[in-house]
């Protein structure tokens, strides 16, 4: 992959969500992850109360490594499991 942009990091973000029995969530679904970015630099969080608390999942890094973050995570993720529930 020569470049990582946010819809890169966005399918890998709802492929995570979707795992975890969010289909779309908001931004206080309680459980979910999310991106989140400041100053050209982005994380990912997960939402921990519905007012908006977070928990640092990753810490701030280029967008490159934010989705190789994702992607093991969507590596560990049993899918075959995923789509037999479905």
């Not at 779309?24 to 400041?38: E, H, V």
């Not at 608390?53 to 967008?63: A, S, V, Y």
């Amino acid at each position: 992959m020569d470049r990582v942009n946010l819809s890169h990091i966005h399918h890998r973000i709802n492929e995570i969500n979707i795992a975890r029995g969010f289909d779309d969530p908001k931004w206080n679904t309680i459980g979910s992850i999310r991106y989140d970015g400041a100053y050209g630099k982005t994380r990912i969080v997960e939402v921990l109360t519905e007012g908006g608390c977070i928990r640092e999942l990753t810490g701030f890094g280029t967008k490159r490594e934010t989705y190789k973050a994702l992607a093991m995570v969507s590596r560990v993720v049993d899918w075959d499991y995923i789509k037999r529930l479905s």
